[in-house]
């Protein structure tokens, strides 16, 4: 059974990218879930990072993620309360459909 596109429309995408220019920026994106919004935008960055508290989400995030994105986004297990990351790491960080 194929798996149902979300926003054939590409009103998300088109709303991501009015937001925030993603080009040649380091986006840090909490709470990725399996990643639905991160390509929607990540070839456009230089590099992402998803960050997720769910490691099953994180998983399929990880096997779903598109082929040429394998060397620019990468998914780490963390609470937003608790990012393991410097100041400075990132440009841009996205927070969408969260709880």
């Not at 990725?32 to 769910?54: F, I, K, M, N, Q």
């Not at 937003?80 to 996205?94: I, M, Y």
């Amino acid at each position: 059974m194929a798996k149902a596109l979300k926003d054939p429309e590409g009103n998300e995408t088109r709303q991501l990218h009015k937001f925030a220019d993603f080009a040649g920026r380091r986006v840090l994106e909490i709470g990725c879930g399996e990643g639905r919004l991160t390509w929607r935008y990540a070839s456009a960055s230089l590099s992402t990072v998803g960050v997720d508290p769910v490691m099953d989400a994180l998983r399929v995030a990880s096997i779903e993620r598109p082929f040429d994105l394998h060397p620019t986004v990468h998914f780490a297990n963390a609470e937003a309360e608790h990012l393991p990351f410097r100041k400075g790491t990132f440009d841009l960080a996205v927070l969408a459909w969260s709880l």
